[in-house]
Every structure is written in structure tokens, then in C-alpha cells.
């Protein structure tokens, strides 16, 4: 190969990706939130915020991977401590992107497939411009970083053979657990491409496979020390944090905290008309995503153009696995958990962009490439009908409602806050920033919890908290020289502080 023809090619191999790269983080940083948000469902950031910075433990299953990575992120020296740890959602966001490009090109070069370049990038584009991930990546939030574990799971277990396979399949697949614990969904695409081999693994020249029960074990070894992540959660514990879900220092405590034990009566608890009713708004969500034209290009790719292969079978079971549970799981925003679904869909776009330019080629050789471009052109135009529906920037809402709190409560205050946001807001005003120390900041949905009150008692000595009758009206009657404030957020702010001690 001449050096006139090594130039194009590695144009072909590196520019595509940093377009990628380059392209999503503008997109990202543009519409990111610059502090605390509660944009695309996120009231949850000012638990994981704060117990990333203070070595807490944040609300089940406990993400030990996420708050050992936020922890990082939250060193740079740039922008609010909220801004630091939403920047991790974005680069989680890109690199899955990334992965989904290089699904694409990797499974078009094995077909012997020109200018896979192109498909890659308008599969990469569909993934991270679709508004469900987008509008995680401007959040604190753990759904990027699982969408980047799903992504890497079907990258390592749908391409060309890779040296040490087993090892890498099981260690990431471990670390994705210490994110989120739904990438079990994801269990048999672990398990088909460690224990069962063939000559070729992207399944397209045969089908003769091999069980490779050493690889199993190699591969179970390697999960096992991904799982490590959790080893961190007692320890956290122990040094009695303020955040501290669980407080997993004991073995059934470790167990409530990690199964998510909280949750578990709400999955698979709908009743057959919200199912229906669910089933419709994936469905609406499915095409919000990508447009008819995008749907119509992801259905022609699964059923027109994708042969036979793993990668065929493992996208077809994560988009299932998904939607089922997603369906299933009867919590309000349970359609984050659609995100690894619409990464099998983008995939899906990639390849029914390449048969059609593949097929456009034959006849019409310049048409290819004008399709291509024509398909990004709509996803631009696409992802500029979304930005307002995604775009954080501009909310202050959960940083107007914090500092209206500490501005009008009273000093050494109880103050008693109901829902996730006003909890979490304070959470991370409080401890988290370090504002208004003379507060005590009690959750009364929490008080029952045996947990939470010995945490109570250990960050607030000063506050008497009876194991009696585990009640906000039970911890004011014990407590008559403090003054109380009782916050709330559903539509807007509701503070009520009584500007003198209890009688």
C-alpha cells in the first residue's frame, strides 16, 4: 500500500470519531445544566452529588462504580461541584456513542462492507442526539454510564474475535454491575459470547459452536472482581457519613441496600391496562427518538439488511430485555431503563443506512454518499427540534429552592423536608457545600427506618430523635427549643418556617 493510499484510509478510520467526539460534547456542554437540577427527571443528582463528595452511600442499589468515578470528576477545577459531576454524564454519553460507532464499522468491515465509515457515524449520531440519552447526559444522573456498560458489553461480545474476550466480558460486565444493577438484563449476551465459541465470532461464516467451559470459569473469576466496586459501600459506611442509605456495615443491612430491596414491589407490578397504556408510551418514545424516517431506516436494517450474526442477537435481546422491564417496572420514570432499547435501535439505523446506500451505489455511485449525508442532515435537524425538551441550561430550580430555604430559616432550625427534590436539594446544600451548618435537615418519610435515625443522631447530636414513634411531629415535640421549618417542592416551593421555637 502506497502512502497516497494509507492517507485516505486513516482519514477514514480517525476524522469520523473525533467529528463524533467533538460534535455530542458541544451539543452537551451547550444545554448542560451549570449546578443542581431538577431537568429530565433528575431530582435524584443531589443525593448522588453529595454522597460522591462526602463518602456517603446514596439511595439503592448504591452505584459504588458511579460515586468512585464522580468522586474523580469532582476534582476538576472548573464550574459548581454539580457542573463537575453532570460533566461525567456527558463524556459517559459520548463514549457510548463512540462504542455504538465503532458496533457499525467493526460488523460492516467483517461483511466486507465499503464506506462503513458513514453508517457508523449516523448510528452514533442517532444514539447520542436521541433525547432520552441526551437528557440524561446534561444531568447528574447513572443512565449514561449504563448505557456506556450495555454499549461495551455488545461491542466485546458482537465483534471480531478479541484476545482475552472472557476476561474483558466478565470484568466489564461486573464494573457495569457497580453501576447498575439492571445490566443483568444483559446476563445472556455475557453468557452465549464467553462459554459458547465458533470459528468466527460475528456468526456470518458458520455456525459451529464450541462450549469453552474454561473461559466460563475465566470469565465468572473476572466478574467477580468487577463486583469489588461493592466492597466500598461498607467501608464508606463505617467512617458514618451523612448520607448513608442502609447503613450496609452489617450483612443484612449490606443486602436491604444492594438489591434494592426498597423497590423490588414494583417491579413487574402493573395491572394489564397501565401495561398497555406503557407499552404505547415506549412505542411514542420509540418514534420521539428517531422520527418515522429514523424508524423506518432501524426496522429495514433488522429485518432487510442485518444477517444472521451475535450482534443480530444480542441487539435484538437487549432491545427486548429492556422494553420489558421498562414496562414492567412501576415507578413514574421508568422509561430511562428504554435507553439501552434505542442503543439496539441505533444500531439497527446504522445498518439499514448501509444497505441502502450499498444499494444505491449500484446504479447511482455519487447517490450513496448523498443518502448518507442526507440521513445525518436529519438527524441534526432532528436533534435542533429536541434541544429546547432537553435543554438544562436554564434551570435554577432546584438552586433557587435551596437558597431560599437557608435564607429564610431560622437559626439552629429543624428543618423537615418532604420529597425527593426538597430532600436531595438540601442534601447537597447542606452537607455537600457545607452551607448553614446550624440546620438540622430531617426527611420524616425516612424516620422509620432504624438506619436513618441512628444516621440523625450521629450527624445532628444535638437533635433528640426517639425510636418510639418515628414521626416529624414526634422529633419537634422532643426537640421544643428549635424552630422548624417544613419545605416541600411539587409544582413550586413551599417553605413554612416558624420564626420562633416550639412553646
Not at 449546578?35 to 460522591?52: E, F, K, R, V
Not at 461491542?155 to 474475535?161: D, E, I, K
Amino acid at each position: 500500500m502506497t502512502f497516497q493510499q494509507k492517507i485516505p484510509r486513516a482519514c477514514d478510520k480517525f476524522i469520523p470519531p473525533v467529528i463524533l467526539v467533538v460534535l455530542l460534547m458541544t451539543v452537551y456542554l451547550k444545554t448542560m445544566a451549570p449546578g443542581l437540577t431538577w431537568a429530565n427527571d433528575g431530582s435524584d443528582g443531589g443525593d448522588l452529588i453529595t454522597a460522591a463528595f462526602t463518602g456517603g452511600v446514596p439511595h439503592p442499589t448504591g452505584y459504588p462504580l458511579y460515586l468512585l468515578l464522580a468522586k474523580i470528576f469532582q476534582l476538576i477545577p472548573a464550574g459548581s461541584l454539580a457542573f463537575r459531576t453532570n460533566l461525567m454524564s456527558a463524556v459517559a454519553a459520548v463514549c457510548a456513542s463512540i462504542l455504538v460507532y465503532a458496533v457499525v464499522t467493526e460488523y460492516l468491515a467483517a461483511s466486507q462492507t465499503t464506506k462503513n465509515w458513514l453508517p457508523g457515524l449516523i448510528a452514533g449520531f442517532s444514539f447520542g442526539l436521541s433525547p432520552l440519552l441526551w437528557s440524561q447526559a446534561v444531568i447528574t444522573e447513572v443512565y449514561t454510564l449504563h448505557a456506556f456498560f450495555a454499549a461495551l458489553l455488545l461491542y466485546l461480545s458482537s465483534g471480531n474475535t478479541r484476545k482475552n474476550l472472557d476476561r474483558m466480558l466478565g470484568l466489564t460486565f461486573g464494573l457495569a454491575a457497580g453501576n447498575h444493577m439492571t445490566i443483568i438484563l444483559t446476563l445472556p449476551v455475557l453468557f452465549s459470547s464467553v462459554m459458547f465459541r465458533n470459528s468466527d465470532s460475528t456468526g456470518l461464516k458458520n455456525n459451529q459452536w464450541q462450549v469453552d467451559i474454561h473461559a466460563f470459569w475465566t470469565g465468572f473469576f473476572w466478574l467477580g472482581i468487577g463486583l469489588l466496586t461493592y466492597v466500598t459501600l461498607p467501608l464508606r459506611a463505617l467512617h458514618n457519613p451523612p448520607v448513608n442509605w442502609g447503613n450496609p456495615v452489617t450483612f443484612k443491612n449490606f443486602v436491604w441496600l444492594v438489591s434494592g430491596r426498597l423497590y423490588q414491589g414494583q417491579i413487574f407490578a402493573m395491572t394489564i391496562d397501565p401495561a398497555w397504556g406503557r407499552m404505547r408510551g415506549a412505542a411514542g418514545l420509540l418514534v420521539e427518538q428517531f422520527g418515522i424516517p429514523g424508524l423506518l431506516l432501524g426496522l429495514i436494517g433488522l429485518i432487510v439488511f442485518f444477517k444472521p450474526s451475535r450482534l443480530y442477537r444480542n441487539t435484538l435481546w437487549i432491545a427486548f430485555a429492556f422494553f420489558v422491564f421498562s414496562i414492567g417496572y412501576a415507578v413514574l420514570d421508568s422509561y430511562v431503563n428504554l435507553i439501552p432499547a434505542f442503543l439496539s435501535f441505533s444500531v439497527w439505523i446504522g445498518l439499514g443506512a448501509s444497505g441502502l446506500m450499498k444499494s444505491l451505489s449500484l446504479k447511482f455511485r455519487r447517490l450513496e454518499i448523498i443518502f448518507g449525508l442526507a440521513v445525518l442532515l436529519y438527524l441534526f435537524f432532528l436533534a435542533g427540534n429536541h434541544c429546547r425538551q432537553v435543554d438544562a441550561s436554564q434551570d435554577f430550580r432546584a438552586d433557587d429552592f435551596g437558597r431560599e430555604v437557608l435564607a429564610q430559616a431560622p437559626d439552629n432550625a429543624i428543618v423537615f423536608a418532604s420529597g425527593d427534590k426538597a430532600v436531595f436539594t438540601m442534601w447537597y446544600f447542606h452537607f455537600a457545600l457545607g452551607s448553614r451548618p446550624d440546620l438540622a435537615i430531617v426527611a420524616p418519610a425516612l424516620l422509620p427506618y432504624d438506619w436513618y435515625r441512628e444516621s440523625l443522631r450521629h450527624t445532628y447530636p444535638q437533635v433528640i430523635v426517639t425510636d418510639i414513634i418515628p414521626t416529624a411531629d414526634a422529633v419537634r415535640a422532643a426537640n421544643p427549643q428549635h424552630p422548624v421549618c417544613f419545605i416541600e417542592y411539587i409544582i413550586d416551593s413551599k417553605i413554612d418556617c416558624a420564626p420562633y421555637p416550639n412553646p
